[in-house]
């Protein structure tokens, strides 16, 4: 059975700074893996998708990695700023047309 | 824009109530949706997968008499909790199949129900 887990938990940094979140997951055999941001008592905003070939997509400040056969994925966020306080998820899809797996999240917190 | 149209965002209802939540892809013909179940500080639980024009496909552990999914089109699906109850005051999420299984999935707002 597929697992998802991301580690932190949580995560308080000061503003400016480089940050990492990381993804695991228990089997490499993914279709694509998707990182998500949530606002407290909010939906899901999609932030990046990594298809199961691609080894890592990058929008503005936001940078995904994926290592399929490790069965890691990392999120970096470059220059953090205050509004990019959420909770962010990680997401693993197992075949095309199938529902995502999802992590417990970070929740990250950038002080001004 | 919003891709996926989640109604209502937030119910509060006497135990005992059925309460419908309605999911719409905008945009595009979503022959696939999903609803998702998020309790606080855990993950989103998937529940069940609608097909439009076929019976849902229901999670373990997920009553499929209690929670109720209807794809009567390829642009809605509606998940009616019937006679709520206190533990059933969750976070319902729905997405839709995205265009092509290369693009990414996009989700509703959410539904906070909230059952006294």
């Known amino acids: 059975k597929q697992e998802v887990t991301q580690i932190p938990a949580a995560l308080s940094v000061p503003e400016g700074e480089n940050l990492v979140l990381n993804c695991s997951f228990t089997d490499s055999a993914i279709y694509n893996l998707q990182w998500f941001r949530q606002d407290p008592g909010k939906g899901l905003t999609s932030l990046l998708l990594i298809q199961s070939s691609q080894r890592e997509q990058t929008s503005g400040r936001l940078n995904a990695s994926l290592d399929k056969s490790s069965g890691r994925s990392t999120l970096y966020i470059a220059a953090s700023q205050p509004g990019d306080s959420a909770t962010y998820l990680c997401a693993v899809r197992l075949q095309a047309g199938t529902a995502l797996i999802f992590g417990k999240g970070t929740t990250l917190s950038v002080s001004s | 824009g919003a891709v996926v149209s989640q109604h209502p965002s937030r119910v509060i209802c006497k135990s005992g109530t059925s309460v419908k939540i309605e999911c719409r892809s905008l945009d595009f013909q979503a022959t696939t949706m999903f609803w998702y179940r998020q309790f606080p500080k855990q993950s989103l639980m998937l529940m069940a997968t609608?097909?439009?024009?076929?019976?849902?496909?229901?999670e373990q552990g997920v009553e499929k008499d209690k929670f109720l999914i209807n794809h009567a089109s390829l642009t809605l699906s509606t998940l009616t909790v019937t006679s709520a109850h206190p533990e059933d005051s969750s976070f319902y999420i729905c997405?839709?199949?995205?265009?092509?299984?290369?693009?990414?999935?996009?989700f509703g707002d959410g539904t906070r129900l909230s059952i006294l």
């Open positions: 609608s097909n439009e024009g076929s019976k849902a496909t229901y």
């Open positions: 997405s839709a199949g995205a265009r092509r299984d290369n693009q990414p999935q996009h």
